[in-house]
């Protein structure tokens, strides 16, 4: 059985700040996928990051993918009240499997 | 409808009932899942369709649980004899189906057995 790690599991900031959350597995992953949940909804998609050391940034997020494909970080720069909500990833075990492996989530709050 | 649609979007049953839970996917969506989401924990996969072949079903916890997708698009989740321990976000998601994987969530069904 394929274990995403996320770290921490709870984290409160003040507005403005920057943090890191982490992802980590001993599997291989081909893909893998970060998602912001809000309480009473379901998961959205964030990014899709596919390839070994790939860096991708949305806005104030910087999603990074290790170079052996076994562990992802999300880096949110200037932290705001609407970053607040569980940031879960996802990994997909191998192309064509589309079975996905979800960690048990971040739960982050931006305190104004 | 532009996104994956579940029904209801809260459920109370008393414990013993049967449940059924509804989830209509994205136009064109091949893959559908259905997960489970109880209090602190991820998600946890139940079942996955894919087209024509036979689902993966290695996610169910017991045979209480069953699912089915009727022409390829509506699936309905089953939960029969319902426990507490039932008691859960079910999620369903939609997937193209091709390259990688990347699921559109419905909102859930809060599940509560009493």
């Known amino acids: 059985t394929q274990l995403l790690e996320q770290s921490p599991q709870f984290l409160s900031i003040q507005e403005g700040e920057n943090l890191t959350v982490y992802c980590n597995s001993s599997s291989v992953f081909s893909s893998l996928q970060w998602y912001r949940q809000e309480p009473g909804e379901g998961p959205v998609l964030l990014v899709t990051v596919v390839t070994g050391g790939e860096v991708k940034k949305l806005k104030r997020l910087t999603f990074q993918f290790g170079d052996a494909r076994k562990d992802s970080s999300l880096h949110i720069t200037a932290a705001q009240p609407g970053d607040t909500g569980l940031y879960l990833c996802?990994?997909?075990?191998?192309?064509?499997?589309?079975?996905?492996?979800f960690g048990k989530g971040t739960k982050l709050s931006v305190i104004p | 409808g532009a996104g994956v649609s579940q029904s209801p979007s809260n459920k109370v049953t008393e414990k013993g009932k049967d449940v059924e839970l509804r989830c209509d996917p994205i136009s064109g969506h091949t893959a559908l899942y259905w997960y489970r989401q109880s209090l602190g924990q991820g998600l946890e996969f139940l079942i996955y369709f894919q087209g024509n072949s036979a689902p993966d079903k290695s996610g169910l916890p017991s045979d209480r649980f069953s699912a089915e997708r009727t022409g390829g698009s509506v699936s309905t989740l089953t939960i029969q004899r319902t426990q507490q321990e039932d008691s859960a976000v079910y999620l369903c998601?939609?997937?193209?189906?091709?390259?990688?994987?990347?699921?559109?969530f419905g909102q859930g069904t809060r599940l509560t057995v009493v």
């Open positions: 998601a939609s997937s193209l189906g091709s390259g990688w994987v990347e699921a559109f």
């Open positions: 996802a990994g997909e075990s191998g192309a064509g499997s589309y079975q996905l492996t």
